[in-house]
């Protein structure tokens, strides 16, 4: 079953959005393999958006991702990395469509409510900066 990395960043938290969120992917049918909340280093900032390093946000990204708590997750299902994805909207919130999560609840690309990996590779990637494996669980849902 495919994994995706799911994080409410720290606009998320602060507007009292975790609880919605969590429960948007859980109404979905996204199974909830690992879940906490984190005060992400500048370190761990870097390691986790590495690719965007050089570029003119970077610096405003890190800024922003390490100043409050987040809420990181790792979200189970069929296709979960474009099923959560698709949930999110576009990363541009004022593009975002109406009713995804990006577009109800974000105006500003660089406080856009929450993270989510964008590729199974990715995934892999991020699951293993954030957490340990005996943090994700395995377990049966009863529906
Ligand atoms: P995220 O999906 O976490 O991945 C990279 C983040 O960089 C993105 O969401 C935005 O929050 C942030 N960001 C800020 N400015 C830009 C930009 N101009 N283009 C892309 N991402 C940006």
């Given at each position: 079953m495919e994994r995706t990395y799911v994080m409410v960043k720290p606009d998320g938290v602060q507007r009292n959005l975790v609880g919605e969120i969590i429960s948007r992917f859980e109404k979905k049918g996204l199974k909830i393999a690992a879940l906490k909340m984190l005060q992400i280093t500048r370190e761990l900032a870097e390691r986790h958006?590495?690719?965007?390093?050089?570029?003119?946000?970077f610096e405003p990204l890190v800024e922003y991702i390490t100043s409050g708590p987040v809420v990181a997750m790792v979200l189970e299902g069929k296709d979960a990395v474009s099923t959560a994805r698709d949930m999110m909207g576009a990363t541009n919130p004022l593009k975002a469509?109406?009713?995804t999560i990006r577009g109800t609840f974000g105006m500003d690309i660089g406080r856009n409510v929450i993270h989510g990996s964008d590729a199974v590779e990715s995934a892999g990637r991020e699951i293993n900066i954030f957490f340990a494996p005996e943090e994700i669980i395995e377990y049966k849902r009863a529906t």
């Open positions: 958006y590495g690719e965007h390093k050089g570029k003119p946000f469509a109406p009713g």
